[in-house]
Nanobody, 127 residues
Framework: QVQLVESGGGLVQAGGSLRLSCASS????????MGWFRQTPGKEREFVAV????????YYPDSVKGRFTISRDNARNTVYLQMNSLKPEDTAIYYC????????????????????WGQGTQVTVSS
């Protein structure tokens, strides 16, 4: 089992920055990839970023590419999401996810690719 705990959410003005953290525990050594998704009421969970633990490969959707950066600290079993140039439409609950599964990096854009989820952290961007 893997436990994931997110932190770093909050309220920020448009154009500002936030950094989210996701700390993993339990069988963290078995994790192959970690990602971030976000969700707003009434909408499906949306892919934000993924990083492969072994080689650091990353993948982003066009909506955040160039603004968000995912990184990892394997020694701390922690993944980060640096979010810059935030927009009101980035407002959502952000969820960290992890999986032991190895896939082509773009396949991780589907939530079903992940086995473990955190509780989420709220990010609110005011205009």
């Amino acid at each position: 089992q893997v436990q994931l705990v997110e932190s770093g959410g909050g309220l920020v003005q448009a154009g500002g920055s936030l950094r989210l953290s996701c700390a993993s525990s339990g069988d963290a050594f078995a994790i192959n990839a970690m990602g971030w998704f976000r969700q707003t009421p009434g909408k499906e969970r949306e892919f934000v970023a993924v990083i492969r633990r072994s080689d650091g490969s990353t993948y982003y959707p066009d909506s955040v590419k160039g603004r968000f950066t995912i990184s990892r600290d394997n020694a701390r079993n922690t993944v980060y999401l640096q979010m810059n140039s935030l927009k009101p439409e980035d407002t959502a609950i952000y969820y960290c996810a992890a999986t032991p599964g190895y896939r082509e990096i773009s396949f991780y854009r589907w939530a079903i690719s992940f086995d473990y989820w955190g509780q989420g952290t709220q990010v609110t961007v005011s205009s």
